[in-house]
């Protein structure tokens, strides 16, 4: 018999364990219970204890069935962002921040709702440095009535961004002191920082142009140099809680907890598509987020702190820093 690999799963992840059931492989033919069924040795049925081996399949990103599509592949209809900068190019929601037009920090909104729990698949590429992502359960800033707000974070300058670089690219964006897998040294920035040089370096636009499409609240993160992909980014809140590969637990007025490593940097970049797209996954169940990237697991965070816990939100598209941002075959699964 095969050696296999075990794996700990916190509780937590029951409602993606549910959704994407992965089959394991079988030294030999499982046995033929009552009426068909594939069971385990011992009980009716030939199941063990009810349980029956070989019941799941892979999860088929291509099977939209019961799932809701959030973009046509041909326009911007039911979306909302600076028409300067998104558009449609080559059947996805396109954006291409340069030196000679930079973006700073912008987003694009989908307005069909706000979902509480659910299942967000989608695909992204990139080319160059570009940085974004998927927002969901967030808010917009701008919005004065939103009841749930991030509390005040000292030296957040704006809209969560620090300062922008030569030719208009955004600062990295801080990382939280002591957080675990943060990068470099507490406040250090998950962005490039500088964008690269040009003849005619050009201005982003400003805070007030900014400002009606402004998000706070979780990300899943995107980049083309995959330092970050399907990390979990929250933006206008605790920033970089941990570099991708990670199971974290947040608690009120504790330190974020490292529950385990769910895959190294270098199985991350293996399992990466550089300049193609990558399908990813967001399952977000009650206080539990799972990011999946190309089928495999990166990211789980269960969110036990009421300060900065979402149940529900926005979802829209980020872009940052310089390069292209291709995203399409977005769908929403309420749960």
């Not at 962002?81 to 694009?108: H, L, M, Q």
């Not at 550089?274 to 399908?279: M, P």
Request: net charge neutral.
């Amino acid at each position: 018999m095969k050696a296999t690999k075990t794996i700990l799963i916190p509780m937590g992840l029951c409602a993606a364990a549910m959704l994407l059931t992965v089959p394991v492989a079988q030294s030999q033919a499982p046995a033929q219970g009552a009426a068909g069924a594939t069971g385990a040795t011992g009980g009716a049925g030939g199941g063990r204890g009810g349980f029956m081996r070989g019941a799941s399949v892979p999860f088929d990103y291509a099977d939209n069935e019961g799932w809701q599509s959030l973009f046509d592949g041909q326009t911007l209809k039911g979306w909302d962002g600076d028409p300067r900068f998104w558009s449609i190019k080559d059947g996805a929601i396109y954006v291409n921040p340069t030196c000679e037009k930079p973006t700073g920090t912008i987003y694009t909104i989908w307005t069909g709702g706000a979902p509480a729990d659910f299942a967000l698949k989608y695909e992204l590429k990139g080319t160059g440095n570009i940085n974004g992502g998927m927002q969901f359960r967030s808010y917009m800033t701008a919005d004065q009535n939103v009841e749930f707000q991030y509390p005040p974070r000292a030296g957040r300058g704006g809209a969560g961004r620090g300062p922008g670089g030569p030719g208009g690219a955004p600062g990295g964006r801080g990382a939280v002191a002591g957080a675990p897998g943060a990068p470099g040294a507490p406040g250090g920035g998950r962005g490039p920082g500088r964008g690269p040089a040009c003849a005619n370096p050009g201005t982003p636009p400003s805070a007030a142009e900014r400002a009606k499409w402004d998000m706070f609240g979780p990300q899943a993160d995107f980049d083309a140099n995959n330092n970050f992909s399907a990390m979990f980014y929250e933006q206008g809140g605790r920033a970089i809680i941990s570099l991708p590969g990670h199971a974290l637990l947040a608690e009120a007025g504790k330190p974020v907890k490292d529950l385990g490593t769910i895959a190294d940097k270098a199985s991350i970049d293996s399992w990466f598509k550089k300049e193609d797209y990558n399908q990813f996954l967001i399952v977000a169940k009650g206080n539990t987020t799972s990011i999946f990237m190309n089928g495999h697991l990166i990211t789980v965070f269960i969110d036990n702190d009421p300060n900065y816990f979402r149940g529900g939100g926005t979802i829209g598209l980020e872009v940052e820093s310089t390069g292209e941002q291709f995203a399409r075959n977005i769908f929403l699964k309420r749960l």
